[in-house]
């Protein structure tokens, strides 16, 4: 009964911490997805190209980012889109900064620090750049996306603010709890030293556990902000934690499901391989 007593007071004390950044992030992402999402909808296929390449791509990751959509949510956008004639580069732009972020998730992640967080949105941002970049050089005159599955998208009633809110608490608060659960154990039953013997006995191999270990455990981002704090305070490093918060949504198994709708698998392979070579490079 004591050990119940002093899991629930720790599970509380987690709940406090994170508890502003999580509503302040629902509240975001929820105002984002009922005032703005037809904007950015709107705002990407507009997207012109020519010359300046560059620009329109690094507006795409942008909007990807401001998106609140998760991956099953973005991959029938990427369709439409691309059925409107939105180059595939701004696709893959677009697509991989949605998966790596979202309004939600920046917010909830501020709980780690200031500095991490912006680094998490500026990685985020590049990582989207970069993957639009390649898509530009590399399938210039040959077809990435494979969208002829998808029908037309009928027009949906316009959400209501309450509802998306409560849907968007519904979705996410079981994660957290499983987060801050999570967290408790690990404060009370798991040693610190273990933690610095995973991530800091020699620089690379912290990125390839904290690799490792975000394909289990990234069920949800809000929920694995509680443990990275813990393993921070734990003796985590920085890039470490990094490589967790981008290797999880890149790499769990619903977002690569949802990819392979409208990826061939060879293609997806490449991506994987590529991601995993670039995280590599986050301890240095």
């Known amino acids: 009964m004591y050990e119940i007593l002093i899991l629930l007071e720790n599970i509380w004390f987690q709940f406090k911490q994170i508890s502003p950044y999580w509503a302040s992030g629902l509240v975001a992402g929820s105002l984002v997805s009922v005032f703005l999402s037809?904007?950015?909808?709107?705002?990407?296929?507009?997207?012109?190209?020519?010359?300046?390449?560059?620009?329109?791509?690094?507006?795409?990751?942008?909007?990807?980012?401001?998106?609140?959509?998760?991956?099953?949510?973005?991959?029938?956008?990427?369709?439409?889109?691309?059925?409107?004639?939105?180059?595939?580069?701004?696709?893959?732009?677009?697509?991989v900064s949605s998966i790596l972020l979202n309004p939600n998730i920046l917010l909830l992640s501020f709980a780690l620090g200031a500095p991490l967080a912006l680094a998490r949105l500026g990685l985020s941002f590049l990582s989207g750049v970069l993957a639009g970049g390649l898509v530009y050089f590399l399938?210039?005159?040959?077809?990435?996306?494979?969208?002829?599955?998808?029908?037309e998208q009928e027009d949906k009633p316009k959400k209501v603010f309450i509802f998306d809110l409560l849907k968007a608490f519904r979705i996410t608060a079981p994660y957290l709890l499983f987060g801050i659960t999570l967290t408790a154990l690990f404060d009370r039953y798991i040693p610190p030293d273990w933690v610095s013997a995973?991530?800091?006995?020699?620089?690379?191999?912290?990125?390839?556990?904290?690799?490792?270990?975000?394909?289990?455990?990234?069920?949800?981002?809000?929920?694995?902000?509680?443990?990275?704090?813990?393993?921070?305070?734990?003796?985590?490093?920085?890039?470490?934690?990094?490589?967790?918060?981008?290797?999880?949504?890149?790499?769990?198994?619903?977002?690569?499901?949802?990819?392979?709708?409208?990826?061939?698998?060879?293609?997806?392979?490449?991506?994987?391989?590529?991601?995993?070579?670039?995280?590599?490079?986050?301890d240095y």
């Open 38 to 95: 037809s904007k950015i909808t709107d705002k990407m296929a507009s997207l012109a190209t020519g010359r300046f390449w560059l620009l329109p791509l690094g507006l795409a990751s942008i909007l990807g980012i401001v998106s609140p959509l998760c991956m099953y949510g973005t991959v029938p956008i990427i369709a439409a889109l691309g059925k409107k004639g939105t180059p595939q580069h701004l696709l893959a732009g677009f697509m």
């Open 139 to 151: 399938f210039k005159n040959k077809a990435l996306f494979n969208l002829e599955r998808f029908a």
């Open 198 to 282: 995973m991530f800091g006995v020699r620089r690379g191999l912290g990125v390839l556990f904290a690799t490792t270990l975000s394909i289990p455990l990234y069920a949800c981002g809000g929920g694995t902000i509680p443990l990275i704090n813990a393993w921070l305070h734990a003796g985590m490093g920085q890039g470490d934690a990094m490589a967790f918060m981008l290797a999880g949504p890149a790499l769990k198994i619903n977002n690569l499901s949802a990819v392979k709708m409208i990826l061939e698998l060879r293609t997806l392979l490449s991506i994987l391989y590529i991601v995993s070579f670039l995280l590599s490079w986050l």
